[in-house]
């Protein structure tokens, strides 16, 4: 028979607890006020900072960090996971997504992470990756300018053919990462070959100077395949000379701004563009023509009209006649000088003649300009 427990015995009820003695007693406490950064102001705006060192601590559990970019879709997290575990990397890995383009590479072993970066472009599912290198000031706005590349030592002394050796001498250059499987086993002694970071806004030499005993020589250095980076737009791929944001493609108004405008001429063959060579101009002010209406007096209708001589009242070498000089009029059995009596229709051209005519009485009147 079980034991019976005395009244008032066994597991007590619990009590409420508050929020700080939660905080207490979890695993991750908060830190302590010597361990938080001051509050500081810079440009009138709350600020903290951190020294490099700092930085360099907070970012050691990031050292095998890699950040894969798709740039035209990419799967779904939960594919691409599946995608990585059948690559056969030998540690543990996990994926985070910084942006709809960007995913983070957390990789356990440096192996792996070589493996990852040195191989620079992934598929998964026909979207294309990315690998770029992650640092304490990465963007995913901007590319980072450090890169894997291999590079090549020709004619190096076979007694350089060692790790040690050949990472120091190419630590002149960037950081090394590995040796090529032929120069660790000195199946070629011809050329030495290892992978480097370099950062693609340094100056890359084209040669050492190494110390050999008592006598020193020139080591060249070959690279292969350096990529390119553009220090406008900070991605890579291209130069600032071929940026689309430093050299921005000429739009619709601006070339249409590079010509000359159209101008169009009249068909009057006196009249002329002002870039061909015309008579110097003069200050004489421009005088309008004058316009004399011609008719017959006696004409009543359509079926007496007579033939008409029209006499110009000036010639261009005479003035002008005064006010109420009367017209001059040549017409068969009539008188040659009447005063023109105003028209009550208004001026119209006739296209078919050559002259302005009005029409006047059943009849049209030639005006002379």
Same mark, same amino acid.
Request: proline letters at 10%; glycine letters at 6%.
């Given at each position: 028979?079980?034991?019976?427990?005395?009244?008032?015995?066994?597991?007590?009820? %619990?009590?409420?607890?508050?929020?700080?003695?939660?905080?207490?007693?979890?695993?991750?406490?908060?830190?302590?006020? !010597?361990?938080?950064?001051?509050?500081?102001?810079?440009?009138?705006?709350?600020? $903290?900072?951190? /020294?490099?060192?700092?930085? !360099?601590?907070?970012?050691? %559990?990031?050292?095998?960090?890699?950040?894969?970019?798709?740039?035209?879709?990419?799967? @779904?997290?939960?594919?691409?996971?599946?995608?990585?575990?059948?690559?056969?990397?030998?540690?543990?890995?996990?994926?985070?997504?910084?942006? %709809?383009?960007?995913?983070?590479?957390?990789?356990?072993?440096?192996?792996?992470? #070589?493996?990852?970066? *040195? =191989?620079?472009?992934?598929?998964?599912?026909?979207?294309?990756?990315?690998?770029?290198?992650? /640092?304490?000031?990465?963007? &995913?706005?901007?590319?980072?300018?450090? &890169?894997?590349?291999?590079?090549?030592?020709?004619?190096?002394?076979?007694?350089?053919?060692?790790?040690?050796?050949?990472? @120091?001498?190419?630590?002149?250059?960037?950081?090394?990462?590995?040796?090529?499987?032929?120069?660790?086993?000195?199946?070629?002694?011809?050329?030495?070959?290892?992978?480097?970071?370099?950062?693609?806004?340094?100056?890359?030499?084209?040669?050492?100077?190494?110390?050999?005993?008592?006598?020193?020589?020139?080591?060249?250095?070959?690279?292969?395949?350096?990529?390119?980076?553009?220090?406008?737009?900070?991605?890579?791929? #291209?130069?600032?000379?071929?940026?689309?944001?430093?050299?921005?493609?000429?739009?619709?108004?601006?070339?249409?701004?590079?010509?000359?405008? +159209? $101008?169009?001429?009249?068909?009057?063959?006196?009249?002329? #563009?002002?870039?061909? +060579? !015309?008579?110097?101009?003069?200050?004489? %002010?421009?005088?309008?023509?004058?316009?004399?209406?011609?008719?017959?007096?006696? *004409?009543?209708?359509?079926?007496?009209?007579?033939?008409? =001589?029209?006499?110009?009242? !000036?010639? /261009?070498?005479?003035?002008?006649?005064?006010?109420?000089?009367?017209?001059? &009029?040549?017409?068969?059995?009539?008188?040659?000088? =009447?005063?023109?009596?105003? *028209?009550?229709?208004?001026?119209?051209?006739?296209?078919?003649?050559?002259?302005? /005519?009005?029409? =006047?009485?059943?009849?049209?009147?030639?005006?002379?300009?």
């Amino acid at each position: 028979m079980a034991a019976l427990h005395p009244m008032g015995e066994g597991h007590p009820t %619990p009590s409420k607890r508050s929020f700080a003695d939660i905080l207490a007693s979890s695993s991750n406490p908060l830190p302590s006020s !010597q361990f938080l950064k001051p509050r500081e102001v810079y440009r009138g705006e709350p600020a $903290v900072t951190f /020294t490099i060192d700092e930085i !360099q601590s907070l970012a050691s %559990p990031f050292r095998f960090a890699l950040v894969g970019k798709f740039s035209k879709g990419r799967p @779904s997290m939960e594919a691409l996971r599946k995608e990585f575990l059948t690559i056969g990397y030998k540690g543990t890995f996990t994926l985070g997504l910084l942006d %709809p383009r960007h995913v983070l590479i957390r990789f356990e072993h440096e192996e792996d992470y #070589h493996r990852c970066w *040195l =191989r620079r472009f992934w598929s998964f599912q026909g979207f294309g990756m990315r690998v770029l290198k992650w /640092t304490p000031s990465f963007s &995913v706005d901007s590319e980072p300018s450090i &890169v894997p590349i291999w590079i090549r030592l020709p004619n190096l002394p076979v007694h350089f053919f060692a790790k040690g050796p050949l990472f @120091s001498i190419s630590r002149l250059v960037g950081e090394p990462l590995r040796l090529d499987a032929s120069t660790a086993a000195i199946t070629r002694p011809n050329v030495a070959r290892l992978c480097v970071e370099i950062d693609l806004l340094k100056d890359l030499p084209n040669r050492v100077w190494i110390v050999n005993g008592s006598f020193g020589f020139w080591q060249k250095i070959e690279y292969e395949n350096v990529p390119d980076y553009c220090r406008c737009c900070h991605k890579l791929g #291209h130069t600032a000379d071929v940026c689309k944001i430093s050299n921005p493609a000429p739009t619709a108004a601006s070339q249409g701004s590079d010509h000359h405008a +159209q $101008v169009w001429l009249p068909k009057n063959p006196e009249t002329s #563009h002002p870039d061909m +060579q !015309q008579p110097m101009a003069t200050n004489e %002010p421009r005088q309008k023509p004058e316009i004399s209406l011609i008719k017959n007096p006696n *004409l009543l209708g359509c079926d007496k009209m007579h033939k008409q =001589r029209v006499v110009q009242n !000036q010639d /261009t070498t005479n003035p002008a006649p005064s006010e109420g000089t009367p017209s001059q &009029v040549v017409s068969h059995g009539h008188s040659a000088t =009447r005063e023109p009596k105003p *028209l009550n229709r208004p001026l119209s051209y006739k296209w078919s003649s050559l002259k302005p /005519t009005t029409w =006047r009485r059943g009849c049209w009147m030639i005006v002379s300009l």
